[in-house]
């Protein structure tokens, strides 16, 4: 038997499904990643509940959840935040659509995070506040978080191989994907994936440790750099399409 829940959610996806439904990948606070059905929100003009659903939108649902059913029907809608300024801007909805394709690939059915969501809800609100030209840096300090929160965090101060402190007595320092960062002593004999410059390392980590910084030098060699980070661990990914779409 259906229980009828509540939940607050990020959706992340949307496909139409039969002439007036619409499918709903929902990224929600109680319950992680869930698929929704929402019956009669492409009749336009009979049902006001059709606006309120549009990806990246914030909103709270009353659902029928039913643990043993793969899509859940909702029954009502109220929209929290829809994200003017993200929608109306290119490069913001870029990023922000590139935060909802991480989520839909990586996240599990179920999988509860309540710091990921709060997280992803807080860079969402930076975003649609944001009135610099800082899209991409506030891109890569959720890729940041994202990669620390799903399991693939980066060690920025040891050596991957001797797990020595990396010190900043370079000037060119190796990464490999499996290992880590490599120090001096230890790359001679190591084969790198990619390799920083002591500028470029010095972005990152200060991205990392959300000290701030003004120099947006190098900042898309970094989001290529986490992306091929993430398809290294997980060959499936083939990297985010919303950047290369806008």
Known sequence: MSEIKKTSGIIIRKIPFSD??????????EYGKLSLIQKGALRQGKNKIGSKIDTLNHIEAVIYYKTDRDIQLIKEVELVNYFPSIKGNLEKLKYCSAIAELLNFFIMENYEN????????????RFENSSTDDESELFIRYLLFFIRHTGFEINFKKCGICNNDIGDDFEIIDFNFEKGFICNDCSQNSFHSFQ??????????????????????????IIKFLEQYLRYHVPEFSGLKSLKMF
């Open 114 to 125: 309540e710091e990921l969501f709060q997280g992803t809800l807080k860079i969402l609100s």
């Open 196 to 221: 920083f410059s002591k500028e470029l390392f010095k972005i990152i980590t200060c991205l990392n440790s959300k000290k701030e910084i003004y120099s947006t030098k190098e900042l898309n060699n």
């Open 20 to 29: 007036s439904s619409l499918i709903l990948t929902l990224y929600s606070r």
